[in-house]
C-alpha cells in the first residue's frame, strides 16, 4: 500500500474552508480595494466621448494593448476608418465601476469599445477577444480569408483568452502580487506557465505566425501576454523565474512580432507618463504618438 501524502500545513495554520463562503474584508494584495465579489456600478459617471468613430475605454495592461495594437495596425494598412479616442480607465481608482462603462461592460473590466460609425446605432464591444474579431472583420483585415487558416487564427485566439488567467491572474498574482508568498500556488502555476511557453514553442518551432505564414489578430493577442513576461516587462523578474530565454522558437516570433512600428505604438497607448516618456495617457489622434 502506498504511503499517504503528506499532509501541507495550511496558511494560516488554523485556516479551514468555511461550509459557505462569506466577504467579511479585503484579501489583501494589490488588487485588493478593487476586488468584490459582486457586479454592477458603484457610481454615477458618463464616459468622454471624442471625434473619431471608435471609442476605447481602456488601460496599456496586456489585454488593452491588444486591441490599441490592432488598431494601430488597421490603420498602418491605410483603414482610415480605425481613427480612435482612447480613453484612460484607472482601475485601481475604480473607473471600471462607473455607470457609464458598466453600461459598456457589465463584467467591468477593460477594455471596452464604442463603435459610433453608425450615429443611428452605436455597437459596444467587450471583452478583448471579441474586439479583435469585431475589428477584424469589420476591415476585413487580419484574420486570414482562406476557412483553414481563418480557423487556425480563431483556434489561437481563444487558446490565449483560455490560457492567459493562469499566466496573469495564476502566476503572476502568486509570484509578483499576492501578499504572502505560497509555495505551492507558485510552483502549481508556475508549472502551468512553463507548460504554456513550451506550445508556444514547439507551435512556432513549425509556424512563421500563429496561424502560420499570415500574421493576425492571434499574434496581436497573444504578444502582449506571453512576450511581456519574456522581454521582462511583467511581474518583476519572471522571465529569469520561468526560464523564458530556453524557448528559442518562441523568442524568434517574440522579435518579429515586437519590432513592428504599429505593435512599439500600441503598447504605448493608456499608459503612465512617469513609467516611460513614451507612453501616452490617451490618445485622440495619430500626433499623439508622433
Same mark, same amino acid.
Given at each position: 500500500?502506498? *504511503?499517504?501524502? %503528506?499532509?501541507?500545513?495550511?496558511?494560516?495554520? *488554523?485556516?479551514?474552508?468555511?461550509?459557505?463562503?462569506?466577504? %467579511?474584508?479585503?484579501?489583501?494584495?494589490?488588487?485588493?480595494?478593487?476586488?468584490?465579489?459582486?457586479?454592477? !456600478?458603484?457610481?454615477?459617471?458618463?464616459?468622454?466621448?471624442? #471625434? /473619431?468613430?471608435? /471609442?476605447?475605454?481602456?488601460?496599456?495592461?496586456?489585454?488593452?494593448?491588444?486591441?490599441t495594437i490592432l488598431l494601430e495596425e488597421l490603420l498602418a494598412a491605410g483603414h482610415a476608418g480605425a481613427e480612435y479616442d482612447a480613453w484612460y480607465i484607472d482601475i485601481?481608482?475604480?473607473?471600471?465601476?462607473?455607470?457609464?462603462?458598466?453600461?459598456?461592460?457589465?463584467?467591468?473590466?477593460?477594455?471596452?469599445?464604442?463603435?459610433?460609425?453608425?450615429?443611428?446605432?452605436?455597437?459596444?464591444?467587450? +471583452?478583448?477577444?471579441?474586439?479583435?474579431?469585431?475589428?477584424?472583420? @469589420?476591415?476585413? &483585415? =487580419?484574420?486570414?480569408?482562406?476557412?483553414?487558416? $481563418?480557423?487556425?487564427?480563431?483556434?489561437?485566439?481563444?487558446?490565449?483568452?483560455?490560457?492567459?488567467?493562469?499566466?496573469?491572474?495564476?502566476?503572476?498574482?502568486?509570484?509578483?502580487?499576492?501578499?504572502? @508568498?505560497?509555495?505551492?500556488?507558485?510552483? $502549481?502555476?508556475?508549472?502551468? &506557465?512553463?507548460? #504554456?511557453?513550451?506550445?508556444?514553442?514547439?507551435? =512556432?518551432? +513549425?509556424?512563421?505566425? !500563429? !496561424?502560420?505564414?499570415?500574421?493576425?489578430?492571434?499574434?496581436?493577442?497573444?504578444?502582449?501576454?506571453?512576450?511581456?513576461?519574456?522581454?521582462?516587462?511583467?511581474?518583476?523578474?519572471?522571465?529569469?523565474?520561468?526560464?523564458?530565454? *530556453?524557448?528559442?522558437?518562441?523568442?524568434?516570433?517574440? +522579435? +518579429?512580432?515586437?519590432?513592428?512600428? &504599429?505593435? @512599439?505604438?500600441?503598447?504605448?497607448?493608456?499608459?503612465?507618463?512617469?513609467? *516611460?516618456?513614451?507612453f501616452i495617457r490617451e490618445r485622440h489622434s495619430a500626433a499623439d504618438l508622433d
Amino acid at each position: 500500500m502506498a *504511503d499517504a501524502p %503528506e499532509k501541507k500545513p495550511s496558511l494560516p495554520a *488554523d485556516y479551514v474552508p468555511p461550509k459557505v463562503w462569506s466577504w %467579511e474584508s479585503p484579501s489583501g494584495g494589490a488588487f485588493a480595494s478593487i476586488n468584490r465579489p459582486i457586479a454592477g !456600478a458603484t457610481h454615477d459617471k458618463v464616459l468622454p466621448v471624442g #471625434q /473619431q468613430p471608435l /471609442q476605447l475605454y481602456s488601460l496599456g495592461t496586456p489585454n488593452g494593448q491588444k486591441v490599441t495594437i490592432l488598431l494601430e495596425e488597421l490603420l498602418a494598412a491605410g483603414h482610415a476608418g480605425a481613427e480612435y479616442d482612447a480613453w484612460y480607465i484607472d482601475i485601481l481608482e475604480g473607473d471600471q465601476f462607473g455607470s457609464g462603462f458598466t453600461e459598456l461592460n457589465p463584467n467591468s473590466k477593460i477594455p471596452a469599445l464604442l463603435d459610433r460609425s453608425n450615429p443611428e446605432k452605436p455597437q459596444r464591444v467587450f +471583452e478583448s477577444g471579441a474586439i479583435l474579431l469585431y475589428l477584424a472583420e @469589420k476591415f476585413g &483585415a =487580419f484574420l486570414p480569408e482562406d476557412p483553414a487558416a $481563418r480557423t487556425e487564427a480563431l483556434n489561437w485566439l481563444f487558446w490565449q483568452m483560455g490560457s492567459a488567467p493562469f499566466l496573469g491572474g495564476g502566476f503572476g498574482h502568486f509570484y509578483a502580487y499576492a501578499p504572502v @508568498k505560497i509555495e505551492y500556488a507558485i510552483d $502549481r502555476y508556475a508549472m502551468e &506557465a512553463k507548460r #504554456q511557453y513550451d506550445v508556444l514553442d514547439r507551435h =512556432f518551432a +513549425e509556424h512563421r505566425f !500563429a !496561424a502560420g505564414n499570415e500574421y493576425s489578430i492571434a499574434d496581436m493577442a497573444i504578444f502582449p501576454w506571453y512576450g511581456a513576461v519574456a522581454l521582462g516587462q511583467a511581474y518583476g523578474d519572471a522571465a529569469t523565474f520561468l526560464a523564458t530565454k *530556453d524557448y528559442k522558437h518562441f523568442n524568434r516570433w517574440v +522579435e +518579429e512580432v515586437g519590432s513592428r512600428p &504599429a505593435v @512599439k505604438r500600441g503598447r504605448r497607448v493608456n499608459r503612465k507618463k512617469e513609467n *516611460d516618456p513614451s507612453f501616452i495617457r490617451e490618445r485622440h489622434s495619430a500626433a499623439d504618438l508622433d
